[in-house]
Nanobody, 128 residues
Framework: QVQLVESGGGSVQAGGSLRLSCAAS????????IGWFRQAPGKEREGVAG????????VYDDSVKGRFTISQDNAEKMVYLQMNSLRPEDTAMYYC?????????????????????WGQGTQVTVSS
């Protein structure tokens, strides 16, 4: 059974940092595409960053390039999202998603409809 459990959300002031964690289990982690997505109130869910665990290929949305970093720990089956220089517009519920045994390339890594498995989310609130 695929499970994705996010943690690490919280409230910070603009300019601060947070690190989100996604614990993955129940699927072949080592050859999967895993992404971080976010959804603000009244807005559609959008892709933030993605990684293919087989070769650490990463993709970022332009809105977070240079500020967010996605990384992985294969031994622990974890995926992280380090978020620096946070802005009020980064406020959202953040979700981890996985598509096992699939290598997404480019914008496909950030497409909501490409992922079948989702976590419950962790809230990030950035105040000005």
């Amino acid at each position: 059974q695929v499970q994705l459990v996010e943690s690490g959300g919280g409230s910070v002031q603009a300019g601060g940092s947070l690190r989100l964690s996604c614990a993955a289990s129940g699927f072949e982690y080592s050859r999967s595409s895993i992404g971080w997505f976010r959804q603000a109130p009244g807005k559609e869910r959008e892709g933030v960053a993605g990684v293919y665990t087989g070769n650490k290929y990463t993709v970022y949305d332009d809105s977070v390039k240079g500020r967010f970093t996605i990384s992985q720990d294969n031994a622990e089956k974890m995926v992280y999202l380090q978020m620096n220089s946070l802005r009020p517009e980064d406020t959202a519920m953040y979700y981890c998603a996985a598509q096992p045994r699939t290598y997404f390339y480019g914008s496909a890594s950030l497409r909501v409809s490409n992922y079948n498995y989702w976590g419950q989310g962790t809230q990030v609130t950035v105040s000005s």
